[in-house]
């Protein structure tokens, strides 16, 4: 049984930052894309950013280019994504996701079997 297990969020300061983890057991690791997804209030399920199985390419949504930074450890299971620089709109529930098994479109949540139950960030101004 796969589980994604986030953690790292809470509440920081606009300019802030924050360091989420993704702690991932039940499939091979290193085989499989990883994601982060966020959910602001009263909106849709958004795409942030991707990394590949070996770590060697990285997608980030426009709006955290140059803030956010995803990478992963093969060793230890872990997917991270270090958030910099953070204003009130970064604030939502963080979500990583693994791979499924139709990858076609990365950035939909479709493309992603495996959810993690999702950290709160939250970013005061």
């Known amino acids: 049984q796969v589980q994604l297990v986030e953690s790292g969020g809470g509440l920081v300061q606009a300019g802030g930052s924050l360091r989420l983890s993704c702690a991932a057991s039940?499939?091979?690791?290193?085989?499989?894309?990883m994601a982060w997804f966020r959910q602001a209030p009263g909106k849709a399920r958004e795409f942030v950013s991707v990394?590949?199985?070996?770590?060697?390419?990285?997608f980030y949504e426009e709006s955290v280019k140059g803030r956010f930074t995803i990478s992963r450890d093969n060793a230890k299971n872990t997917v991270y994504l270090q958030m910099n620089s953070l204003i009130p709109e970064d604030t939502a529930v963080y979500y990583c996701?693994?791979?499924?098994?139709?990858?076609?479109?990365?950035?939909?949540?479709?493309?992603?079997?495996?959810w993690g139950q999702g950290t709160q960030v939250t970013v005061s101004s």
């Open positions: 996701a693994s791979e499924g098994a139709d990858f076609t479109n990365w950035r939909s949540e479709r493309a992603y079997d495996y």
């Open positions: 039940g499939r091979i690791f290193s085989e499989y894309a």
């Open positions: 990394i590949s199985s070996s770590g060697g390419t990285r």
